[in-house]
């Protein structure tokens, strides 16, 4: 029952990460360091751009800049959160504030947790190990 074009690669199942955040910089970065990791990376500017986005390509786990023109972060993390198909999804708000405020109304939207950034390899892979099984 082996696939062909997979032999040669890990056995492992690929993890989709979709990254949503309005910064060229932050989109490329996280990109570079989950593509390094082995994970299938989807990015996107804006939560409209995002959602049509989600849906074609399924991801395993969402993380998404909070300040964003046009729809901001909790907005596009409660879209998200509002579709039935995306429900359980995790939704990682990144934020280059830290304040107990951004983390309620983060929770409120329906996240399921905050990333500071810049931010890791190492931080974004302990996320999604921790939400993605």
Known sequence: MSDS???GEESVVSIK??????????????????RKAGYEVYTAADGF???????DNLPDIIFVDIMMP???GYQTCQ???????????????????????????????GSEEHVNKPFTQEELID???????
């Open 127 to 133: 996320v999604i190990n921790r939400y993605v099984h």
């Open 79 to 109: 879209l998200i959160k509002n579709n039935k198909k995306f429900r359980d999804t995790p939704v990682i708000m990144l934020s280059s504030k830290d304040g107990l405020f951004d983390r309620a109304r983060g929770r409120i939207a």
């Open 17 to 34: 990460v979709m990254v949503i955040d309005d910064s060229n910089t932050i989109r490329r970065t996280a990109e570079a360091l989950l």
């Open 49 to 55: 751009e995002a959602m049509s986005l989600i849906t």
């Open 70 to 72: 046009r729809l901001d």
């Open 5 to 7: 074009k997979n032999l």
